[in-house]
């Protein structure tokens, strides 16, 4: 297929380009970016007025396939990803079972052949997830993985985990990291405040994060692994990205939209569709996730794509399980919430979701440069419409978010020169 983007604004970082220009894509690939490109195309796309950026990347999403297909399947969230203007993802090992061997990598490859997105599969850190044992980690590398993670949980034991480390960069592969002190948080359901009080549930308090961002940090010091921060939620998590910055580590570090939206102040009644792992935070927290945002301290915009059920969200607070959809409301709250009111410039908004995500994974992606594989997201960053779940791809309709005005719409999504959404 070849495509012909006319009078679009392309805003790519990795090649350094923010101007009015066209784009012509074919073979899966972008062959020319320049002025006023005349050349037949079976499909001409007028993209005046419309951002033209690299597909966005999401480094953090909950597939839930295999095992748990009554919340997501891979197609479905492809389908959403594609929805949101993303053109790579990266599936959490958290599945049924979990992500820990050669061969269900494998497997999940080909279930992902015909995905109208590029699925990359994270490896779990152990066996079941279960912190005992090591997960087959160098073969799930030869399948190949894009990361390891025990997303959902911390491996608690330091000496496990600081094993797995020297493998991951053995392996050079990225270590994603979920930061949370099992005991620590008990039974904790909301952030611990006058929410949580309210309720009558038990409270999460920032240490339960902070405490192993500061561990994890200091193993990633100690063994040279290149460490990636999950979903931040707390202003001294962003003081310790900075820390860990100054002082030359490989960390990096990403912050999911309902944190830079939301606070805890927000959630309304019992409604299940704000509980989410970290929570949501106080006015402090999200105000430091901003200003790190702002200053590039924290690199990464991700989702935490985290389907569930309607039947399993409709459980009281304290047992309803932790989690929110996210790809087809991020790039319209980042936009809406972050450039829109003057924080983040568009360019800064493509390096957190495509360009900065495509360095911590290591891979040639995030870059619409001429020789590059033509996955591209072209948005109305001025358009604004009601955030309406019935719409969504997703079998997860967990958001709260549903009815929200937002300004920025994905109107085409283009995967390999294959033009997968139209708005
Ligand atoms: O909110 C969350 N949902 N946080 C997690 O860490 C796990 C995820 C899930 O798998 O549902
Ligand atoms: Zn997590
Ligand atoms: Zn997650």
């Given at each position: 297929m ?18 009015v ?9 972008v ?6 490109i ?13 951002l033209?950026?690299?597909g966005?990347?999401d ?52 279930r ?23 997960a ?27 094993e ?9 592969l990225p270590v ?35 405490i ?11 063994t ?13 998590s962003?003081?310790m ?5 100054k ?6 570090a990403?912050?999911?939209p309902?944190?830079?939206?939301l606070?805890?102040d927000?959630?309304e ?22 200003e ?15 389907p ?5 969200k ?30 983040l410039?568009?360019k ?24 590059k594989v033509?996955d ?14 019935n ?33």
């Open positions: 070849t495509i012909l983007i006319k009078n679009g604004r392309i805003i790519d970082p990795m090649s350094n380009r923010d101007e220009a066209d784009l012509y894509v074919e073979d899966g690939i062959s020319q970016v320049g002025k006023e005349e050349r037949e195309a079976e499909r001409i796309i007028d993209a005046t007025d419309l033209v950026m690299p966005f990347i480094l953090h999403v909950h597939l839930r396939e295999p095992g748990l297909e009554h919340k997501e399947t891979i197609e479905t969230g492809a389908m959403a990803a594609a929805r949101g203007g993303f053109t790579t993802i990266c599936a959490m090992p958290n599945t049924k079972p979990v992500v820990d061997s050669r061969e269900v990598v494998e497997d999940i490859y080909k992902a052949e015909k995905a109208k997105c590029h699925v990359l599969q994270v490896g779990a850190v152990t066996k079941g997830q279960m912190g005992a044992e090591l087959d980690i160098r073969e799930m590398k030869q399948a190949g993985i894009c990361a390891i993670s025990e997303d959902g949980k911390s491996v608690m034991d330091s000496k496990l985990y600081k797995a480390m020297v493998i991951a960069k053995e392996e050079k994603f990291a979920h930061c949370e002190d099992k005991n620590l948080v008990g039974k904790g359901a909301l952030n611990a405040g006058k929410k949580a009080e309210e309720l009558g549930v038990e409270g999460i308090t920032n240490a339960v994060e902070d192993i961002t500061a561990r994890d940090i200091l193993l990633s010091k100690e040279g692994a290149r460490l990636h921060l999950c979903h931040c939620s707390t202003a001294d962003v003081r990205v900075e820390e860990a910055k002082e030359g580590l490989l960390v990096t990403e912050v999911c309902h944190h830079f939206t606070t805890e927000d959630i009644g019992s409604d299940t569709n704000y509980k989410m792992n970290p929570p949501l935070r106080s006015k402090a927290d999200k105000e430091a996730l901003i790190g945002l702002k200053n590039n301290i924290m690199d990464v915009i991700s989702t935490d794509h985290a569930h059920h309607a039947d399993e409709a459980k009281p607070m304290a047992e309803a399980p932790f989690g929110i959809v996210g790809l087809e409301t991020a790039y319209a709250l980042t936009n809406s919430e972050l450039v829109e009111k003057g924080y410039s568009q800064q908004l493509v390096e957190k979701m495509s360009a900065n995500p495509a360095k911590v994974l290591g891979m040639d992606k995030g870059c619409i440069g001429e020789g033509a591209i997201v072209i948005t109305n960053p001025k358009e604004e419409y009601v955030i309406d779940v719409e969504f791809a997703s079998k997860g309709k967990n958001t709260p978010f549903n009815g929200r005005k937002v300004t920025g719409k994905v109107k085409y999504t283009i995967l390999a020169g294959e033009l997968v959404y139209e708005a």
